[in-house]
């Protein structure tokens, strides 16, 4: 093989067509997987802003209903409101809202909601096995009263996450 059949035109025609089709193929490549990338997030920040907004109101339902069910002075609720989807996606919504102010709404509404909890707990705790003319029963009243004047800021919290939520929704669909 002589040098002057390595140059021949059919050596310059293969170099020129794939080096214009990496030049082009590499970055219409990266555009087209951005491209993906972003309907993946787009599509998995409106499942994760569904999933937040159905828990804030299936525990703002659950707020009104112990708001309704301690104004009887006979009934201890035994359940606790859902953290669930608030806990598990604790740091993936910083990821994906990107929105400060609605990522802090949310976290005030899982702090209230945590600290509700709690006091849920110890209401329960305090009324296992508990003699009505003891001092743990004045504890009870005490932890109950304290869940009652607690429950407005709880229900406020959770409003207003909401709110932010779904207003920051509405542009998502907006774009």
């Known amino acids: 093989m002589c040098f002057a059949s ?22 219409a490549a990266l555009w087209i997987e951005r491209q993906i990338e972003g309907e993946k997030e787009k599509s998995e920040r409106k499942e994760l802003a569904q999933a937040l907004l159905d828990s804030l109101n299936k525990n703002l339902g659950l707020v009104d209903q112990l708001a309704r069910e301690l104004a ?59 003699d009505t003319r003891g001092q743990a029963f004045g504890f009870y009243l005490k932890v109950r009263e304290s869940i009652k004047q607690h429950l407005p800021t709880v229900k406020d919290a959770i409003q207003s996450a909401a709110q932010s939520l779904q207003n920051e929704k509405k542009k998502w669909e907006c774009d």
């Open 6 to 27: 390595f140059l021949n035109t059919e050596f310059w025609q293969q170099l020129i067509t794939t080096t214009l089709g990496v030049a082009l193929g590499i970055p």
């Open 72 to 130: 009887q002075d006979d009934y201890v609720p035994l359940y606790p409101v859902d953290l669930t989807i608030l806990d598990a996606t604790a740091s993936r919504k910083y990821e994906l809202l990107k929105k400060s102010d609605v990522v802090r709404a949310i976290d005030h509404a899982r702090f209230e909601l945590i600290h509700l909890n709690g006091k849920l707990g110890l209401m329960r705790n305090t009324i296992s096995g508990l």
